[in-house]
Nanobody, 124 residues
Framework: VQLQASGGGLVQTGDSLRVSCVVS????????VGWFRQAPGEDRDFVAG????????RYSDSVKGRFTISRDNAENTVYLQMNSLKPEDTALYYC??????????????????WGQGTQVTVSS
């Protein structure tokens, strides 16, 4: 299974950005996908996750109400729509996948496959 994250960039405070994660190499619709982020010198933190069916979604408290995760199984893609961005959202954003979990995992060890990351920078 391979994951390719894209869509990061440099934006200003209050702007919106959508990052994407394309999953290939197996039947995408059975995979639960999560987004994590890591700022320099910090741990890799859970941001959002969506289970294989889309029926179970979880967010970290820091992004709840601002970020929305969704999936398009026809396109093998999971999206993370980020609104009202803040400088503290600046990080390298990674997508990760695991087969068949009913509830999105919120820790890194809950995922078996990882993408390479896409940089999101929010200027003040």
């Amino acid at each position: 299974v391979q994951l390719q994250a894209s869509g990061g960039g440099l934006v200003q405070t209050g702007d919106s950005l959508r990052v994407s994660c394309v999953v290939s190499g197996d039947t995408f619709k059975w995979y639960t996908v999560g987004w994590f982020r890591q700022a320099p010198g910090e741990d890799r933190d859970f941001v959002a996750g969506i289970n294989w069916s889309g029926a179970s979604i979880r967010y970290s408290d820091s992004v709840k109400g601002r970020f929305t995760i969704s999936r398009d199984n026809a396109e093998n893609t999971v999206y993370l729509q980020m609104n009202s961005l803040k400088p503290e959202d600046t990080a390298l954003y990674y997508c990760a996948a695991v087969y068949g979990k009913e509830v999105p995992q919120t820790t890194s060890r809950g995922y078996a496959y990882w993408g390479q990351g896409t940089q999101v920078t929010v200027s003040s």
